[in-house]
């Protein structure tokens, strides 16, 4: 099963504790920063996305949407 996350990266603080929770190991942080000086995640290869949504249940500040395909 297919999976699409969005990122708010205007919101995202780079806490990085998506990275650490990703089975897949395709989120990575952006090297440019988002408007509070922060590098904000987001997700390489989308296609291997399995919606499993272990990112967006560890986001603290709830700026990831998961959504199952």
């Not at 999976?3 to 990266?9: L, M, P, R, Y």
């Not at 990085?16 to 089975?23: A, D, I, K, T």
């Not at 897949?24 to 290869?45: C, D, F, L, Q």
Request: charged share 25%.
């Amino acid at each position: 099963m297919a999976g699409k996350v969005t990122f708010q990266e205007e919101r995202c603080k780079g806490c990085e504790l998506c990275l650490s929770v990703c089975p897949k190991h395709i989120i990575v942080m952006r090297p440019a920063t988002n408007a509070k000086g922060y590098h904000p995640a987001s997700v390489e290869r989308m296609e291997e996305c399995t919606g499993c949504a272990s990112c967006a249940r560890m986001c603290p500040d709830s700026v990831i949407t998961v959504e199952r395909g």
